[in-house]
C-alpha cells in the first residue's frame, strides 16, 4: 500500500512561489502504475483538481492554473512536488498529494492534506 | 473541460433512509466517474470507481450507476457514520474535474 505525506511551508506571501512536496513510501515514484497528483480545498469549499505527472514526465494540469504550476518527480528522495508561483490569497487551501492508479477509474490512495495560507 | 454538475447540494436525510445523489458530465464520460466521501478535516475517501464498482472496504449499502453523462450514488440505508460530504470526479479527459460536493446533514 502506498503511503503520501505532503510537506512544506504552512505560510506563503502573495506574489511568491507556493512550494510542496510529497513523499512517497510503499511503491516507487517511477512507477509507470500511478498519476502523482495534487488536489487542493480551500477553506469551507469543495475539491480542486490541480494536476498529475506519470513518471517519467508526462504530466497535466488544470487549465484554469496551468500558467501557474509545475508537478516534477524526483526519484533519488522518492518525492514529487507541486510549484505554483505567483500566489494569491485565493491560493489559500489544503493541499493533497494523492496516487491514482491509471486506468484506475479513482482508485488510488491519498495524503492527509497539509494547509497552506497565503498572507503577508 | 469536462464540467460536472452534482446536486443536491445539501440533503436533509434520517438514519434508515435511502439517499440518492447525482452528478452529470457535459460530456460523455463512459463510465470514467468516481464518488468520493469526505469528513471534516479528513482526507476524501473513494466509495465507487469506474462509475459502479464498489470499493474494497466500503459496505455494501453505497452503490453506484450510470453512464455518459449521468451518474447516481446511492446510499440504500443511511447510517451515522454516512453524513459527510460527496463528491463526484471524472476521469475521462486529461483534465479531471470534480462535481461541486453534496452534503449530507442529519434531518
Known amino acids: 500500500q502506498v503511503q503520501l505525506q505532503e510537506s512544506g511551508p504552512g505560510l506563503v506571501k502573495p506574489s511568491e512561489t507556493l512550494s510542496l512536496t510529497c513523499t512517497v513510501s510503499?511503491?516507487?515514484?517511477?512507477?509507470?502504475?500511478?498519476?502523482w497528483s495534487w488536489i487542493r480545498q480551500p477553506p469551507g469549499k469543495g475539491l480542486e483538481w490541480i494536476g498529475y505527472?506519470?513518471?517519467?514526465?508526462?504530466?497535466n494540469y488544470n487549465p484554469s492554473l496551468k500558467s501557474r504550476v509545475t508537478i516534477s518527480v524526483d526519484t533519488s528522495k522518492s518525492q514529487f512536488s507541486l510549484k505554483l508561483t505567483s500566489v494569491t490569497t485565493a491560493d489559500t487551501a489544503v493541499y493533497y498529494c494523492?496516487?491514482?492508479?491509471?486506468?484506475?477509474?479513482?482508485?488510488?490512495?491519498w495524503g492527509q492534506g497539509t494547509l497552506v495560507t497565503v498572507s503577508s | 473541460d469536462i464540467q460536472m454538475t452534482q446536486s443536491p447540494s445539501t440533503l436533509s436525510a434520517s438514519v434508515g433512509d435511502r439517499v440518492t445523489i447525482t452528478c452529470r458530465a457535459s460530456q460523455s464520460l463512459d463510465n470514467w466517474l468516481a464518488w468520493y466521501q469526505q469528513k471534516p478535516g479528513r482526507a476524501p475517501k473513494v466509495l465507487i470507481y469506474?462509475?459502479?464498482s464498489l470499493e474494497s472496504g466500503v459496505p455494501s449499502r453505497f452503490s453506484g450507476s450510470g453512464s455518459g453523462t449521468e451518474f447516481t450514488l446511492t446510499i440504500s440505508s443511511l447510517q451515522s457514520d454516512d453524513f459527510a460530504t460527496y463528491y463526484c470526479?471524472?476521469?475521462?479527459?486529461?483534465?479531471?474535474?470534480f462535481g461541486q460536493g453534496t452534503k449530507l446533514e442529519i434531518k
Open positions: 469506474k462509475g459502479s
Open positions: 505527472i506519470i513518471y517519467p514526465g508526462n504530466a
Open positions: 510503499g511503491d516507487s515514484v517511477n512507477s509507470g502504475s500511478y498519476h
Open positions: 494523492a496516487s491514482y492508479f491509471v486506468g484506475g477509474g479513482g482508485r488510488g490512495y
Open positions: 470526479q471524472q476521469y475521462r479527459s486529461q483534465s479531471y474535474t
